[in-house]
Structure formats: structure tokens, C-alpha cells
């Protein structure tokens, strides 16, 4: 079953600007981590918090997780072009499998 | 040091004809997942091998779908006979434990 739901579906900025994605999820986790998706290439990871952190901090990138709301959010300060890309947040309930959201489609324009 | 390699990166195949995917995980990496990802649909875990051994096969859609992991090296998922549902993006990833998984840039499979 879906376990991450990430909103909004797409986001549009212009350089410069934050980007902020939400994730919630339903059942417990054992951690929660982001990955991004260029156009027609592989996942790459970006950050993994787990589930007795709060904030993460990676370059640009903020990650908060609140347990108690089964919702996490991802910042992006200072976005550029090149963050252009599928978002996803991906939850490990148990075990070692990665349940994936629908993702949130970023366009960062010049 | 490679990342994790997928074969091939396309695949268009008529329905009822048989598809092999491979998966060449990252040197080292006991775990090595399948997931796949359906037009439109998020991205679904498949199964999870610890060395040769399948530790988790719950996401595999039907026995019309076969993985191995001979040797606990590469991996295959065979697709025999192929429906068009089976059509999407088939991503292969491996880790060294529950942290990070390292993802291949995926095969793309059309069944027409």
C-alpha cells in the first residue's frame, strides 16, 4: 500500500526562491528518506531522517519529520534550474523495503 | 567505484513474449531491490534479496514474473509471458544495509 503522498503534485519557482514539499504517511517508520528523479535518469538519494530526528540539514537542502503528524517536509533554499526534477518521499515502515509517494513534480525557471 | 548498472535502458517487446531484465548492483552490497514504476502511478517495490536469497517478495504482481540472484552478484527479473500492464520503468537499487539505496538509472520496458 502507498505509504509517502507527497503535495503539492508540481511545484513552479524561479531561481532563487525556496521550494518546500510535503510527505505524509500513514503507519509507522523506521526512517524516511528523499530522493530526486531527473528527467529519464535513475534515482538519486538525497537525505535520510530517522524516526527519532526531527531536522536534517544537507547543503541546501532542510529536511523536518514529525512523527506525530506522519509528515515530513523537504526545503530547497536558494532553488536553481538545475534543481529541476521529480521529488519523492520514500518511507522504510519495516524491514528494508522503500515505499514510494506519487512524487512532486519541481520546475525551477531562470 | 561503479554504481549500480541496469540492462539494457530500453526494451520494446510485443505481448506474450518473454523479457529479461538485469541488475548489476554496486560491488560489496548484500541487498539488492526491484522496483518498478507504472505510468502515471508512483514507484512500487517488487522484492529484496540479502545475498541469493529473497528476504521479501511481497510486491511481485504474479508468477509471470521470475527474479534470480545466482551467486548473490548480478540479478535478472524475467517477464514471461508479457502483458501490456506490465509496461513502465523497472529500477534496480542496492545498499549495504537499511540506509542508503543506491538506484540504477532503470529499464524502460513497452510491451505494444
Known amino acids: 500500500s502507498q505509504q509517502g503522498e507527497e503535495d503539492p503534485q508540481a511545484l513552479s519557482i524561479q531561481e532563487g526562491e525556496n521550494a518546500t514539499m510535503n510527505c505524509s504517511y500513514k503507519?509507522?517508520?523506521?526512517?524516511l528518506q528523499w530522493y530526486r528523479q531527473n528527467s529519464g535518469r535513475g534515482l538519486v538519494h538525497l537525505i535520510l531522517i530517522r524516526s527519532n530526528e526531527r531536522e536534517k540539514h544537507s547543503g541546501r537542502l532542510r529536511v523536518t519529520l514529525d512523527t506525530s503528524k506522519k509528515s515530513s517536509s523537504l526545503l530547497i533554499t536558494a532553488s536553481r534550474a538545475a534543481d529541476t526534477a521529480s521529488y519523492f518521499c520514500a518511507t522504510v515502515p519495516s524491514g528494508y523495503a522503500l515505499n514510494f509517494g506519487k512524487g512532486t513534480s519541481l520546475l525551477v525557471t531562470p | 567505484e561503479a554504481g549500480v548498472t541496469q540492462f539494457p535502458s530500453h526494451s520494446v517487446i510485443e505481448k506474450g513474449q518473454t523479457v529479461t531484465l538485469r541488475c548489476d548492483p554496486i560491488?560489496?552490497?548484500?541487498?539488492l531491490y526491484w522496483y518498478r514504476r507504472v505510468m502515471g502511478k508512483e514507484i512500487k517495490f517488487l522484492l529484496h534479496?540479502?545475498?541469493?536469497?529473497?528476504?521479501?517478495e511481497s510486491g511481485m504482481p504474479n508468477n509471470r514474473f521470475l527474479a534470480e540472484r545466482t551467486g548473490g552478484t548480478y540479478s535478472t527479473l524475467k517477464v514471461q509471458p508479457a502483458e501490456l500492464e506490465d509496461s513502465g520503468v523497472y529500477f534496480c537499487?542496492?545498499?549495504?544495509?537499511?540506509?542508503?539505496?543506491?538506484f540504477g538509472q532503470g529499464t524502460r520496458l513497452t510491451v505494444v
Open positions: 537499487a542496492s545498499s549495504q544495509g537499511r540506509g542508503e539505496a543506491f
Open positions: 503507519t509507522s517508520i523506521n526512517n
Open positions: 560491488s560489496g552490497h548484500d541487498n
Open positions: 534479496f540479502v545475498k541469493e536469497s529473497k528476504q521479501d
